[in-house]
């Protein structure tokens, strides 16, 4: 495990995203942490590949122009958001409303072969909801993530489960972790948020929520982004209740 210190001087100046604020997560220490709330792809299942070849598919078939780095600009958009990017700079001649239900029936069908639950991720959220109320905030659909819930056995252990298409913007902008906090009765910064890619940690940065980063090695965040994270892991099993709890003491006692 390695810990980082929150520092904000870290991130270039002007760089990335206006969503990267000031962060009102070191007050953690002084009230603890509340609740915890994970992301779903990329943190409990592997899936961002399989979403990006499902688009790309779909581009392909329908004779839009994949490009290269579509899958990374897509990472953390909300279904409204991709649909859109499909149509408006891939060419997908389908309305956006087509484009979303094609790629998440092909997901849905996907999962319902085969979960790709990353290893050690339910016995991950089992340890942290014997001690904390839990939520979900995913970019997924809604029906996706009742699905992969579901599959893994994990649908009771969450909660509240946010989908990115019911609040008005995507990662990297924060709604989706504000709207998770507010079904949970926390505040922002009494909670900390479980989070892979760089949209996803500066979504939760964003919020005012402590931040816990597992990269992802297909999508590997940005240094900016991983610059925010108040601890990095190496892998979902390493994420215990202590690492909760050491967010906490690292607010009061490092910054």
Do not use: C
Request: glycine share 6%; net charge negative.
């Amino acid at each position: 495990m390695t810990r980082r210190r929150r520092d904000s001087g870290t991130v270039a100046r002007g760089s990335l995203i206006p969503f990267l604020i000031p962060s009102i997560g070191d007050m953690v220490g002084a009230v603890g942490i509340r609740a915890v709330i994970f992301d779903l792809d990329g943190v409990l299942i592997d899936s961002e590949e399989r979403w990006a070849r499902a688009k790309e598919a779909l581009v392909r078939e329908t004779g839009g122009h994949w490009k290269p780095e579509a899958a990374h600009a897509m990472l953390g958009m909300s279904s409204t958001e991709w649909s859109r990017y499909l149509h408006d700079e891939l060419g997908v001649p389908l309305a956006p409303e087509q484009i979303n239900e094609a790629v998440v029936a092909r997901m849905l069908e996907d999962y319902r072969r085969e979960l790709p639950l990353i290893e050690g991720a339910r016995d991950a959220v089992l340890r942290l909801a014997e001690r904390w109320p839990l939520a979900l905030a995913s970019s997924s659909n809604r029906e996706v993530i009742d699905l992969v819930l579901e599959a893994a056995g994990l649908a009771d252990a969450f909660s509240v489960t946010v989908s990115s298409e019911e609040v008005a913007r995507g990662k990297p902008a924060p709604d989706v972790y504000l709207e998770a906090a507010a079904r949970l009765g926390v505040a922002p910064s009494e909670a900390a948020a479980i989070e892979d890619s760089t949209s996803g940690l500066l979504s939760a940065h964003a919020a005012g929520m402590a931040v816990v980063a597992i990269p992802n090695p297909a999508f590997p965040p940005s240094e900016e982004a991983l610059a925010v994270a108040d601890i990095v892991l190496d892998s979902i099993v390493e994420l215990t209740p202590a690492t909760i709890e050491s967010l906490a003491n690292a607010s009061s006692g490092e910054r």
